[in-house]
């Protein structure tokens, strides 16, 4: 079965009248090796010359320690291929462009990520050499022997162009081939049964079938100045009944009519860098509906509930609220009382406060829109509607859509629609950055008796050895809200440039705005919330409608790995894992043995203190000389007191 340019997908999140019984079968290397293919005739015209080898092939043994690639199938059909190949062995001694000694390369590690592939040096050059070709890699797996094959075109990286040959413009050159082939064996097999099937829009089901602007000619959202550096705007929303039965809009009774959000979002390659930072930039108060006419947006048919503004809105029909009406602050509530997951909320709501040109309406920092700062940024708008016989009818997951907007260069940063941009439907504004960035991953994580949250990433090379991670976790409709966002990394890799971003809450609402701190300990860097929901049930968690970024830069390439996102409110699970690129590289040692001679007791202390002295010494001894809870790499005094107690235990 041949497997070409895969991409991580799950086949669950296609809409299915039913679904029959589902094998996940994931087959892993038990063993193998990694065949490199160089051509010197390729390898001279990009300035690399073989330096004494007549053997051009490099056959190195895949290591079990480290090698995590892994293909899975569902019902014998392939759904994704992802992970690393170590390998340990021979190397090839090279000349490099402008040096006059020998490097020498080979301990390769093969990372695959959907259709790319990169191959990471481990023996001189210790970044990555080549990438796969326009092709992209190739998965096969052969049930009649029972092994794994990895083929692809080899050509130069980005990073090795840059750095080592010094011609940015060699990238992309082919130089030889790869293939690693191996006996597999199965790391994961799931089965499940059959379930009957159920009509598509069982239920009430509302979406957002069109973002609109006023009335009139143009159509566009609607401006409404500013108030010191903040920019206040609002989108108008067609809702559309896609469900089996009417859906409620009572006036003024709680959980029986839609409440209406706004979100705004851009996408930025800031200045110096070459990686796209996908953040949300703006937030409204609630719209809460209260009548609903019965029009034929969605292409009908249409089954009116009434003949005019409804207390229901009838199965296949449409209700609009124009822009000037979502933003409209006698009718806006706070997010904070809504439970999304449920869709419920309280009614009367509380009333927003400011002033009143900006006051509970879509709300952006000037920094953020103006368009002199943001050269070349995309914006998109996202509505979501909330209400609680579609969420009990479990069709929550499909109530937002999005659509591109731009900002004008004048006083007041107008919001215009984008020319040719129509409302992409029943898919949050987190699609948009996969859209346009093919690089990304977008990951599904539904919380059991609660909501949904989408993890989307993306890993760059940026050159010097050095990879951006970029991570924008969007809470959809988990009531639980995200507590913290950790992201496994080995010892001493090197984290750097730790960040993160969230959106403000605004014109009176109750939820505090305090950053998550990072702390990088020695296996993960993790961002928390300060309080925890028993200290502060108004902290600054993830909360729904709501999409929080985490980032770093890091000296090695991306493996697969785990994240774990904590969550806010009691319940069970505390947690939820899943599946994502980490960085790949650390470093071992023994806490204490910081002159390396595998025994901690009084000889340590000597360099111990040389080191402390200094600021000096390898990572290895750094590592075995940072004894502190909140590891940083490095010997400090922070380190003393600990030191002594391995001392003292012959051990930490």
């Not at 400011?354 to 309406?361: E, H, K, V, Y």
């Not at 509607?385 to 004008?408: E, G, H, I, P, Q």
């Not at 959809?476 to 971003?501: K, L, T």
């Not at 650390?586 to 806490?591: H, L, M, Q, R």
């Amino acid at each position: 079965m041949l497997v070409c340019g895969l991409t991580a997908a799950s086949l669950a999140e296609q809409p299915r009248l039913a679904r029959g019984p589902e094998v996940y079968a994931t087959w892993v290397f038990a063993g193998g090796a990694v065949n490199v293919t160089l051509d010197p005739a390729a390898l001279a015209a990009v300035g690399i010359q073989l330096a004494g080898n007549s053997d051009t092939t490099l056959t190195l043994p895949i290591q079990s320690e480290g090698t995590n690639y892994a293909l899975t199938f569902v019902n014998d059909e392939p759904s994704s291929a992802s992970g690393t190949v170590v390998s340990r062995g021979d190397t090839l001694s090279v000349r490099l462009p402008d040096r006059d000694d020998v490097a020498r390369i080979g301990n390769f590690a093969v990372v695959v990520t959907g259709r790319s592939m990169s191959i990471v040096d481990g023996a001189n050059v210790q970044r990555e050499l080549f990438t796969s070709g326009p092709a992209g890699v190739i998965s096969d797996f052969n049930a009649n022997d029972q092994s794994l094959t990895l083929v692809a075109e080899l050509v130069v990286s980005p990073a090795f162009a840059a750095e080592v040959l010094g011609n940015i413009d060699l990238a992309g050159q082919p130089v030889g081939s790869l293939e690693v082939v191996g006996p597999a064996q199965i790391g994961d097999y799931q089965a499940f049964p059959a379930t009957e099937a159920s009509p598509r829009g069982s239920g009430a089901d509302v979406i957002v079938g069109a973002l609109t602007g006023d009335v009139g000619t143009s159509q566009q959202p609607r401006s409404y100045g500013f108030s010191g550096s903040i920019f206040a705007y609002s989108v108008g929303t067609t809702s559309c009944n896609i469900g089996d039965v009417p859906l409620q809009w009572i006036d003024g009774v709680p959980n029986q009519h839609p409440v209406i959000g706004q979100n705004l979002y851009r996408l930025k390659t800031e200045p110096g860098t070459s990686y796209g930072r996908f953040e949300q930039v703006g937030q409204a108060w609630l719209k809460y509906g209260f009548c609903a006419l019965q029009g034929t947006v969605c292409g009908g048919p249409c089954t009116p509930y009434c003949g005019g503004c409804c207390n229901h809105l009838g199965v296949g029909c449409s209700d609009p609220y124009t822009a000037a009406r979502n933003g409209g602050w006698g009718d806006l509530g706070p997010k904070g009382p809504v439970n999304a997951a449920m869709g419920t909320f309280p009614d009367p709501h509380l009333f927003a406060s400011g002033p009143t040109n900006i006051r509970g309406r879509l709300q952006a920092q000037a920094v953020d829109v103006d368009p002199d700062s943001n050269a070349g940024a995309l914006y998109w708008v996202e509505g979501q509607y909330v209400a609680n016989d579609d969420a009990l009818a479990n069709n929550k997951n499909n109530n937002c859509s999005y659509r591109r907007v731009t900002f004008l260069n004048d006083t007041n940063n107008t919001m215009n629609w984008v020319t040719g941009n129509s409302t992409v439907r029943q898919q949050p504004a987190i699609n948009a950055w996969q859209a346009t960035d093919p690089g990304v991953t977008l990951v599904t994580i539904d919380i059991p008796s609660d909501g949904r949250m989408i993890l989307g990433y993306r890993v760059t090379d940026i050159g010097g050895g050095m990879w951006h991670y970029e991570y924008a976790l969007f809470n959809m409709n988990s009531d639980r809200a995200g507590q913290f966002f950790s992201v496994a990394a080995p010892e001493c890799s090197g984290i750097s440039n730790v960040g993160f971003h969230d959106v403000p809450y605004h014109s009176g609402e109750v939820i505090d705005g305090t950053d998550w701190p990072a702390t990088i300990l020695s296996d993960q860097v993790i961002w928390t919330t300060t309080q925890t929901y028993a200290q502060n049930q108004n902290a600054n968690a993830l909360r729904w409608g709501t999409m929080y970024n985490f980032r770093f830069d890091a000296p090695s390439a991306p493996t697969s790995g785990n994240i774990k996102i904590g969550l806010f409110k009691p319940g069970s699970p505390s947690l939820m894992t899943v599946t994502a690129q980490v960085p790949s590289l650390g470093v071992t040692c023994v806490k204490g043995d910081v002159n390396l001679d595998t025994i901690v007791d009084g000889l340590d202390v000597a360099k111990f203190v040389e080191l402390l002295i200094s600021g000096g010494g390898t990572t290895v001894e750094k590592c075995a000389g940072d004894c502190e809870f909140v590891k940083d790499c490095g010997i400090d005094m922070d380190d003393v007191a600990n030191f002594a107690d391995c001392l003292i235990n012959g051990g930490c």
